[in-house]
Each structure stands twice: as C-alpha cells, then as structure tokens.
C-alpha cells in the first residue's frame, strides 16, 4: 500500500471515529464509509476497519435495546454489506462474520425478534469457547449458522497474546524472554507446542530465525484475561547472533551502495530494521504476530551491543509497543554543547570522508551549519538561539551532508548537558537509542539515587532551581489522589525518605494504594498541574537502579524508571496466582465458593464498608457496639487493598479481649468466610458470586436515604430489555434479610428502587447515632485533632456528589479563594470528594482549605461541621439529624435532574437554600445564622419527615435485631 493510500484510508477512518465519538447515526456511518474518493484496495481496508470497530460496536450496542431498534440496524446494514467484498467479510473475526452473514441471510423480522444478535455480542469476548475438528479449530457459537465454514477460526481469530519480560545480552548474543500463546487454546505442556520468533527486514532481505525454546511460564496464567484456560508452558527464550544481521545487512548495502554510485554518488553506511515477529504452531493451529508488550521497567530500555567500531545492534520499542531490532552505525555524533550567551552551540563529528557544505535539522526545522574537514572525517557545528529552544518540546539532531541522506546525530558516549536559563532550562540529553535530543522546559528535579532500606525508600537528587523554597516531593496515583512528602533541599541538591507501607493520613499510617504512583515535585502548600514539576531519573545511574520488588507486609513495592526515565513507584498486594489471575477466579467463584457452602456455618459477623475500602459507616458503628459488648463471636472486617487495620478492642479502649479477623477482598479466604458466616453487615451491593444462604442473615444497611435516583429507578435500568446489572441487582436483594431505613418516605423509596420485599429495621442509621452520643464533643475534639483544625474556627463541609457525566472532572465547583476572601479567617472549608469522582484538586489557601475526601468516614467530618453544603447528597438527610445549617449549591440542576433524576423536587423540599453560583453560596454562609433562622421551619419540617426515625438508638436496635433469635 502506497503512503497516499495509507493517509486516504487513515483519513476516512478518523472521520468515521470522529463520527461514531459524536453519537451519529448509523446511517450516517455507513454513508461517509461507501462515499467516493477511494480505490478498490482502498475500500476493502476502510470495511474491514469499520465492520470491525465503529460499526461493529454500533450493531453490539443496538442489538441489547429491543426489537425495533435491531431492525432499523438490520435494515441499514443490509444494503451495505452487500455491496462489500466477500473476501472482506470471510476475513473478518469469527464473532462479527457470523452476524453479518444472520443480517445478509435471515428474515428480517425473524432475526430482529430473536436474541441471536444479543448472544453474539454477549460472546464477543469469549475466546475461550473454542473447538477442534480434525486438523482445524472452530469458535462455539450460542447462535446456530447453515455454514459451519462460518466459525471456522482464521488469521482475525488466531492473534498471538504476547509479553516480554527480559531483554538481555549474554555472551554476545541477545536474549529474549517472555510468553506467547493463542487465546483460547491451552498450552500445558511442551508437546503440540512450538514457537519461533522471527526478524523481518527490509522486502527482499531473507528473515532471521532465531532459536526458540518452550520455557514454563506459569505467570502467563495468571495474567491472562479469559477463564478456562492454561497458558503454562506459553513461555519462550529466544536467541539472537548478531552476525545473522550483519551479513544481511551487509548484502543490503552492497546493493545499494552500488545504485549510489551508479548514480554518482557516495555510498552511505545505512540503518537496518528488522521487526520482531513469533510464530506459533499449537494443537493444529498456526499464526504468527509481532512480538508485543514490554515489561514496565528495564525491558522498555534494552541495551544495545556494538559490534564493531561504529556499529551498533539495538533492540528497540515502537511507539505501539512492538519489538523491532537494528543494525544502525553512527554516521554523526555530538562531541560538545556549550552555552554562549544567548546561543546554544552545539559540535559534533562525522567519521569518514571530507564533507565541506550542509545543513542541520532540529526536529523539522533545517538551518544553516559550518562543516569542517579534520583528520578521520568532518566537524560540523551549528548555533540556536536560546529564545528559540526554551519553551520547544524534544527534538531529536540531525545533520543533512550536501548530497548524502539526513544522518541522525548520536551522543555515544558524550556526556549529557543541562543549561539552567532563569526559572528554566535547556537539555542536551540522548534517548533510549541514544540519539540526541535537544529540548527546553521547566527546571526538573532529576533523581540519581533510589534506595532500599529495609521498608524505606531514600531518594536523592538535583534540583537546581534558583527559588529556594519548601518543596514536596508528590505521589500521584491515575484516580488523582496525591500523596505529599516534605523535601530536603541542599543547595541544588535534594533527598527524600519515606514508607511506602506506612503513609501518614490523618494521623494513621496506610499503604500506598495499588496501581502506579508517578513522582513529582511542587512548592510547599500549592496545587494543579501548573504548580506540578514532573521529575525524571538520571540517565548515567540506569544501569545500576535496583528495580527489584520488596515485599512488606503482605504487599509488594517497585521503584522503576518507565519510559526511559520517568520515575515511578508501582505498588501491589502480594497475592498468589489463583487469587489475580482469571482462571484463579473462575475456579475460586464456581468451584470454591459453592463448596464451601455446603459446610456447617461459623459464629462470625462480617463486616464490609464501601466493598472494603474503609471502616466507617453504619458497619463501623455495629462493629464497635458488639465490641463494647463484649460480643464472644467471630468478628471479621473484608479489607481491599490493603486500605485499613480496624481497631480491637484495646485500641477502642474497651479491653484486651477482642481482636478483629482481617480477611483480604479476593482472597481464598473471602470466598470462605462470606460462605459460612452466619451474619454479614454491609453497605453496599456484596460480590456478583455472592448468594444468600438460608441460614444466613444479611443486613444490608446501604448508604442512606437516596436523594438521587438508585436501583431500579435510574435511566439506564429502565431499558427494554432489561440490562444486566438489573438481573444482578434482583438476584442480589432477594439474598437481604433486613434493610434499614431513616424514615416512613426512605422506606417506601427503598422498597421500590430495589424491588425489595422483605423487612425493614425503620430506626435510623447506625452511622448517624454518633451525632447524637452524649460524648459528641470529646470525639468531635479528637477529629479536629487528626485533620489538624485549630481551635475557634468554624466548619464548613463542602461535599457534593459524584456526576455520571463528568466523573474525571477534579475541579472545586466552590470558588474556595473568593470565600476565603469574604469568610476571613475565623473560617475553615472541608472539603469532601466522592469515591465514585475523580480526587478534587483543593488548594490549601494558607490553612483555609482542606482536602478531606480521603477520610475514613463521613460521620467523624459531620460531627465537626458547623455547616454543610452539599447538592444531590444523601448527606442532607443525616446532617439534619445535627439541627445545623444546610446550604444546596446546584449549578447544573437541570441537567442532573434530566440526567440521572431526584426523588424530591429541591425547589419546595429542601432544608434550607438553594444555589446555583459560587457567590450566592459564598453570601449565605457569610450570613449563617440569618439564614438559618429564614429556614428554620423548613428545616424543622424536613427533618421531621426525612429523618424521622433517628433517635441515637439505631445501633442496639440493629444488633438486638440480629440477635434476636
């Protein structure tokens, strides 16, 4: 395919996508795909791009809403699909070439009132179904086809599944090792088995096969994504000799260093690229794929090897992640950056013959060079003006020989440059090819030493920037949480330790949370991505950063340099394979857990608060009653990552009787307990694997009175068909034995969004009786304590809800400068995200602000707020329990009434008022009290009716309930 017909089809499908992004009609799609302007070859990529994505994601979409929408699908695509290429659509993968031919063949009505087009998408996903007859493999469809050939397995169905994990040199050769398998099709032993990773290079040049060997690789298992499936012995080592490439490349530049001259022209030493393919032949099946995938850390960094003086054979990634190999000599390479006033110069050398005229390329920019013959070849050098380079992104050098193609200028060698330009800087610095690349950017913290001292890691580093001020080194996690760390600055040198175990919050130590957790470095008290500095690691401390995994307690810590040099701290439960991995799930939910079912029930209480991200909540509350009462059962709290370690009954002050069982979220030992406990105290929806047993008894205890709609009553569940997360939720509330309730009203809305039919406990929420203990005070004392409030100031908690539209938005709707401003400082803002929101970015305003939304729980925060505002919450209805101020802020009311929907209307029930700009908010608070006093009969009247049954003594009527048989 030419490069005009790759951007011609590239340039279609991006209008496809962008259309399909917009919610545009299939019709709409399918018009743009068959306009004019492409060629035969042209029109068969574009339908098979798109009858794969865009319109195959819009027929799986149709076919779940109902009859009539499927057959306005069916009637739109019959048309078209007759017009595509039958080879296209004999290429196309299993799933999708079935549906297309029930669309071309059935009858229209028939086909849009069965479900067949409702499985085939359901199964879509599903690579594990697959069957062998004779020599070939088919897919196991839930649909019935006329054609067996249809299900026939081809190249679209056969993509190998691919990871490396370790790119070495050993004895002059190269090694790779990782895994490779065909999804759905086992590899438990060495036979039937075979791979081999293959070099292509450029058209007429013979591949390079490398040998290949089989390796046990049981983390292939527990990687993989479908169940059902082994993958152990889908491990490999390959081994390269670096002369197989050399003799090729060497024919290669034979040939065309020969078209040079015959041109008369020089012959020029050449780049040569082979990509990295595998071949696989397991259990009758073939196919081959690029190698794909590197492990986080060194991998995505292999070193190279030279061969030979100026040669050198590289291993390198693609920017989609794909292996490719090359020989690649060093035509240029850069001797000296200097600084010279307000110019850059940089010098370099060319090996070879004397070259006398050229120019120089900084990214696509060309400008003028000196080129000067010296012994042994050519020194060029060229001059950028420091205005020009401080504020450009990374560019790579090159230099362009009168007559010769552009060659890539390479440091080999040379030391790095950092050139400190006022509050910037300008690097001089190679890449993981080691080319040169010149760019200009804030002054960034560079880490040259990361080590391990038992649970501690050390950081040390430069910094040279000329404020001298307090700096946090800051972890920033993908959700938005950031984690700040107080630097040591030394001059231009800094250092920084800390526990990645142990991180303070609030006066309690917790782990760093699963996931990857990028560093950077910001002044001392400010925020947002502006006051952020990215930091980077030291390009000459590589080779010797110790990236191996530390184990501690029950978790497992990596300080890696991603990307080449970007620093980050990759953090994971120390769970075994059967606990991560698909398969290990699989067999743990259908397997296990109905096993243990069977066996007699333990005297154990069980108690999951947000799926087991904090202790807090109702759970918490039931908790410490049975604690304060000596309770002799089993009690067990389901902890997700790692998140807390609840108190016993020594750290409640209560004796040294009671210590809490701790049980890890997908764990062996989750499946066991949530079988045979004889109670469980939830918040929240438990496990989809999860059912009721007879002699069990579930408190479902849920978040609280809903003032948005929930359950059945949201858009989405309403949907004809039902979705499946209708299915699941009726499935799980038949399991419920009690729910509780604040109110005659929360009850009949409750009963109705969930379809729940069984008993209600109508005596409030355990959660909220803290509001009303006689020792209020003395906690509320001790949660200013924790966050660090001073004495004398007053509290507002700002603590809106999360948005399904725009749940990635970290912004503070509350304009929290301008209050600070008409507040004064006898004011403190709290200000509380929602889990389901992405981390609010709250500035701290000099000690006005505070970012609570990673506070265990919700009714330590209300006991000390003197003022609450909130939006949709179903806080409002426990704060009125406290008879303090209510403000609504709702800036987007309609279009979050329209959206999601609320079962009160904010305009006539309310407690107190509602609005919907920062200022007016800002007014009211600044006059509480009389705007309290405005509302005080709406209040009354509010909680009178959505608060009805808290009276303090929801706890013991609950564990009374409990155990009362």
Known sequence: MTARTSDTVADRLRAVQELYDRGE???????????DGLTKAERAEVDREVLTGAIGLRLDAAAKRGPARRRQVIDALRPYLAEVDPKVKRELPVGRRVAYHLIETKDPAELAESDALVKLAAAAAEPSKRVRKGFRWYAE?????????????????????TKIDKITWEDGRLRITGYAYLAGLSVRSRRFNRATVVLRGPRWLPPVRLKTTRIHRPEATHEAKEPGCNYDWSGFTAEL???????RAALRAVVRGTKRLLRRRYPVKDTTTWRAEIAIWSRMARSRG???GPAIGRTERPDGMQVKPGWWVRPVWTSDKALQVVLQPTRARLTEARLDGDDLTLTGFLPGRPITKGKARVGGHRMSADFTPVEGGTRFSLTLAVQSVLNAEARRLWVEPKGDPAATVMLEGAPESRFIVGDREITVQRDRRDRVVISGHKILPVITSAEWDGDTLRLSGRYPHPDDGERDLVLRHRTGLQLRVPLRRDGDEFSVEFRPNAMPRFGWDVPLAEGTWHISVAPRGKTGGSAMVPARFDHAALDGLDEDPRTIGGRVYRFVATRYDVPVIVAAEDRPGDERSAAGVWALSRNFYPAERKRPLRNATVFISYDGRSYSDSPRAVYEELVRRGHDGELVWIVRDGAFVPPGSRELGLGDDIVPTVVREGSREHYEVLARAARIVTNGFLPQWFRSREDQFVVQTWYGSPLKHIGRDQPHMKRDPRPPAWHRQAIEVRGWDLLLSQSPWATGVLRRAFGYDGEFLEAGLPRNDVLLAPDRDVLAAEVRRRIGIPEGKRVILYAPTFRDYDRRSASVRLDLADAKRV??????ILVRGHMMQAYPNVPPHDGFAYDVTTYPDMADLLLITDVLVTDYSS???DFVVTGRP?????????KYRSSRGLYLDLE?????????????????????????AEHADRYAAFARTYAAFEKGKATACLVERMFAS
């Open 908 to 932: 006539s029930e309310r407690p107190g008022p509602r609005f919907d700009t920062s200022p007016e908010v800002i007014r009211a608070l600044r006059e509480i009290d009389t705007v309290a």
């Open 25 to 35: 009609s299939l019709e709409a799609l399918i018009a743009l795909v068959r306009s």
């Open 886 to 894: 209510v403000v609504l802020f709702t800036p987007d009311l309609e």
């Open 141 to 161: 469809l839930p649909v019935e086809v006329d054609d067996p050939a249809l299900l026939r397995l081809r190249a679209a169905d056969l993509v190998p599944v």
């Open 875 to 877: 806080v409002v209805f």
């Open 823 to 828: 507040l004064g400082k006898d004011h403190v």
């Open 241 to 247: 000799n670096p002369r197989a490439l050399r003799w």
């Open 290 to 292: 690029p190698l794909r």
